[in-house]
T-cell receptor, first 115, second 112 residues
Framework: EAGVAQSPRYKIIEKRQSVAFWCNPISGHATLYWYQQILGQGPKLLIQ????????DSQLPKDRFSAERLKGVDSTLKIQPAKLEDSAVYLCASSLIGGDGNTIYFGEGSWLTVV | DAKTTQPTSMDCAEGRAANLPCNHSTISGNEYVYWYRQIHSQGPQYIIH???NNETNEMASLIITEDRKSSTLILPHATLRNTAVYYC?????????????FGKGTTLSVSS
């Protein structure tokens, strides 16, 4: 079974530039999550989708971050304009909905360095 | 905020059992205990989860106390490849697919 796919794997941009990350969840997984992980810290939830609707985006810095999940499958996370403190790993994850203990599976992450 | 408390770091000799503790004294009756691990430069990997009963799979065993206020992840025969950050997370499982809230985890160092 294919896992969560993310791209690009690595990206270096200058501050004030824009960047976009793409995620393809595990087939059939209705729930999709984007996390931000700064070096030395645990992942922090940015946004959660169920199908193509937003469940929770309370931690998303909406002045510069945006995310969409058109057609309820793939998702993109965009940062514009980027700041130095956005340097982090951006992790996408997915899960089924419902059921007892539905497991969340993570992709390998997209590493962003803002210089 | 994370609802669990874990030691910052632990050491273990290769071949010995690694016992990673986790306190979750405010856990609710419908919250599961999940364990994930993260090896440097990779995404978190699911290990095991449980509600009340002890659980075992090919990766590890999970021991949950009767009052459910703490748990222990057991790696029976630690290898160098088990060196990673281990996260203990409590999470409600419901129709909306509740997100995982990560703490800082325990950095396990396995040495030969």
């Amino acid at each position: 079974e294919a896992g969560v796919a993310q791209s690009p794997r690595y990206k270096i941009i200058e501050k004030r530039q824009s960047v976009a990350f793409w995620c393809n969840p595990i087939s059939g997984h209705a729930t999709l999550y984007w996390y931000q992980q700064i070096l030395g810290q645990g992942p922090k939830l940015l946004i959660q989708f169920q199908n193509n609707g937003v469940v929770d985006d309370s931690q998303l810095p909406k002045d510069r971050f945006s995310a969409e999940r058109l057609k309820g499958v793939d998702s993109t996370l965009k940062i514009q304009p980027a700041k130095l403190e956005d340097s982090a790993v951006y992790l996408c994850a997915s899960s089924l909905i419902g059921g007892d203990g539905n497991t969340i599976y993570f992709g390998e992450g997209s590493w962003l360095t803002v210089v | 905020d994370a609802k669990t408390t874990q030691p910052t770091s632990m050491d273990c000799a290769e071949g010995r059992a690694a016992n990673l503790p986790c306190n979750h004294s405010t856990i609710s009756g419908n919250e599961y205990v999940y364990w994930y691990r993260q090896i440097h430069s990779q995404g978190p990997q699911y290990i095991i989860h449980g509600l009340k009963n002890n659980e075992t799979n090919e990766m590890a065993s999970l021991i949950i106390t009767e009052d459910r206020k703490s748990s222990t992840l057991i790696l029976p025969h630690a290898t160098l490849r088990n060196t990673a950050v281990y996260y203990c997370i409590v999470r409600v499982s419901n129709q909306a697919g509740t997100a995982l809230i990560f703490g800082k985890g325990t950095t396990l160092s396995v040495s030969s």
